[in-house]
């Protein structure tokens, strides 16, 4: 359970109707397999050992009194386990029989959680917040209650509930309280049908839930052993986390296997504000140890994209959408008609230009109201500022080739720094000398300077401060690298002009250059990513460690499973110490950013986005990389 991970699974196997040692010894098969993948959770369809399509079975005395037999069968199989189980049956408290879960750990019966919500009208509801002690024949006095959070010891933050008898039309859903309470996983034994929608509806429910409540949800439904009399029944198992569907199983034995990440799901509560406030539920314990847990669920590798190929054509239309409108308005509320935009190449000037162009269309304005400066200097090649020309041509922009070569000669000698000093000043006084052209072209057209640093530049600092780090507006703020490179690969796959479509193509094959050192034979030699790191690597630590709250630590073990094949352990952990190191070092440049649009929840805008002091230590950062080389 190291990182907030615990090892989950839901299952339901083929039973009899009404044959309770058969479906015994089947849910005692599914706890030596669920053993083997070392899980801490198990859940099974309600009315397990009955089946639930028993109809008035469930009041008989002999079908009640096998199905507690049964259930003591079971019981010992999970003696030694460090999982909580939890099997459904039809269970008799006096006059009243209630649709159960019994929820065994390491050989005990730690309670019976009856269903608050009517499945079939053979079963009685509980008061609400009723809290009994029940007889178990052959075991003994055990707990009967409807609210119930079932603690870890050693793991705070994982807090389970369960929900009996879930139907596909739950209104309102017991998930709420139970999240509410502060469980971080609601365990769900459903007893719905199959229908031609019931998978569909099923996953729809548990995104909606578990994005709603900030919790996961382990599912298990009835499968096909069950009476055929009126219904067909699917097996369907579930997990979902945050509005995340983890793993689906629906077949004969369906098996679903996944981990919940619960340390994240405290996180986004802790920023909600709105849970753990039920002092009414009974609270028991389980559980000693901090075992590891072996991941199977997927990593993403892109996570700021998403999930499925199939979306992201949308989903770039509307990042364009919100740059372009953003952009208008801000031209629009100033009185502006040009864009003025510094064009090098690389993709974040490209993507600017191709905003910038759309923009002015919206606006009505001609397409050469945007002006494209190129300001080639010691370490422009005729690569990048070609296709830079190129883009900007078919656009229909003024292209304007102001070479500053000059300029910054001339400024080394105002300043007395030699032109064979290499150091940090050469290179940002070429940046400083484009950015103050570009202000003052803008202000000379009645124009917009607009910026092209994306987020991710951002927060590494790979960028010059009052250089390229400076703008009127940034249209790029909001967007990491990998979400700019989405946008222009999608409108170069979009775009009808062959020319802009070969350039834009070839802009997204150039490494990531800032160009500011000098060059031989024409070739790109000063590489971004060389010095901190693969861009698609920084925006999976910039999710991880910044979106989700996680540790260094456990963003290293993410990153392990999501970049494994591509990266050894040794380059990860220096790529991810430098990160640390330059996200508290550079935040001076985030203190001070311009106006721009941001594309998701999150950005680094000092008036809107992830503060922090620009003072502020990494050492426990460090210190928690530390420990891995331990």
């Known amino acids: 359970m190291k990182n907030g991970f615990v090892k989950a699974v839901a299952a339901s196997p083929v039973i009899r109707v009404a044959d309770a040692d058969y479906n015994a010894d089947r849910v005692v098969d599914c706890i030596r397999r669920a053993a083997e993948e070392d899980a801490r959770l198990l859940v099974f369809p309600a009315l397990t050992l009955t089946g639930c399509s028993c109809c008035d079975l469930f009041a008989h005395r002999v079908l009640l009194d096998g199905a507690v037999r049964a259930l003591l069968k079971v019981l010992p199989y999970t003696e030694g386990l460090d999982m909580l189980v939890f099997v459904g049956l039809p269970f008799a408290h006096g006059a009243r029989v209630f649709n159960a879960a019994a929820v065994l750990y390491d050989g005990e019966i730690r309670a019976l959680v009856p269903a608050v919500q009517a499945f079939d009208a053979h079963f009685d509801l509980p008061e609400a917040g009723s809290c009994l002690e029940a007889n178990v024949p052959g ?12 603690e870890h010891g050693a793991l705070a933050d994982l807090r389970v509930a369960v929900e009996v008898g879930a139907g596909l039309d739950r209104f309102p859903s017991p998930c709420a309280r139970h999240a509410e309470a502060g469980a971080t996983v609601v365990v769900q034994m459903a007893a719905f049908p199959e229908t031609v929608s019931s998978r569909d509806e099923a996953e729809l429910n548990a995104r909606y839930e578990s994005r709603q409540f900030r919790c996961g949800l382990l599912l298990a439904a009835p499968g096909t052993g069950e009476s055929t009399t009126d219904h067909a029944w699917s097996g369907l ?106 064009i090098s190449g690389g993709v974040d000037s490209t993507l600017a230009v191709l905003v910038s162009s759309m923009a002015v269309k919206k606006l009505g304005l001609p397409p050469e109201n945007v002006i494209a400066c190129t300001m080639p200097c010691f370490g422009t090649s005729s690569r990048t500022k070609n296709n830079a020309v190129v883009v900007a041509r078919q656009l229909g922009a003024e292209v304007r080739i102001i070479d500053i070569s000059q300029s910054v000669l001339q400024h080394f000698k105002d300043i007395g720094h030699a032109e064979d000093d290499y150091s940090v000043a050469y290179e940002n006084a070429q940046a400083r000398e484009r950015t103050q052209i570009l202000m003052d072209i803008s202000n000379k057209t009645n124009g917009l300077d607009v910026g092209t640093e994306d987020l991710s530049e951002y927060i590494d600092g790979w960028c010059t401060y009052n250089g390229d780090h400076t703008s009127m507006y940034d249209v790029n703020l909001g967007l990491t690298k990998t979400q700019v490179r989405a946008n222009v690969r999608y409108i170069a796959d979009t775009a009808e002009d062959q020319v802009l479509k070969d350039a834009l193509l070839d802009v997204l094959d150039c490494p990531v250059t800032p160009e500011l050192l000098p060059i031989h034979d024409d070739q790109i030699e000063q590489k971004s990513e060389e010095a901190v790191g693969p861009y698609s690597l920084q925006d999976f630590f910039t999710h991880k460690i910044l979106v989700c709250g996680f540790t260094p630590s456990k963003t290293f073990r993410l990153a392990k499973a999501a970049y494994g094949e591509q990266f050894t352990d040794k380059e990860l952990l220096r790529w991810l110490t430098g990160y640390c190191r330059r996200l508290f070092s550079q935040q001076f440049k985030r203190s001070c950013l311009m106006d721009g649009p941001a594309v998701e929840d999150f950005s680094v805008s000092p008036r809107a986005g992830f503060l922090l002091p620009s003072d502020a230590e990494n050492a426990l950062f460090l210190q928690d990389l530390e420990m891995l080389q331990k």
């Open 139 to 150: 075991y003994g006095m055990v707990p009967l209650c409807d609210s119930i959070l079932f």
């Open 237 to 342: 198992c579930l997990a979902a986390e945050n509005g995340s569907v983890l793993a689906v199983s629906e077949s004969d034995d369906a098996f679903a296997v996944t981990e919940f990440d619960v340390e994240h799901m405290v996180t986004l509560r802790r920023a909600a504000g709105c849970f753990d406030s039920d002092d009414d539920y009974l609270r028991i314990s389980w559980g000693e140890d901090l075992k590891d847990t072996v991941l199977t669920r997927r990593v993403r590798m892109h996570p700021h994209l998403p999930e499925s190929e199939g979306d992201l054509p949308e989903y770039c239309r509307r990042m364009l959408d919100m740059q372009v409108s953003s952009l208008a308005k801000r031209m629009r509320y100033a009185g502006l008609d040009h864009c003025v935009v510094g």
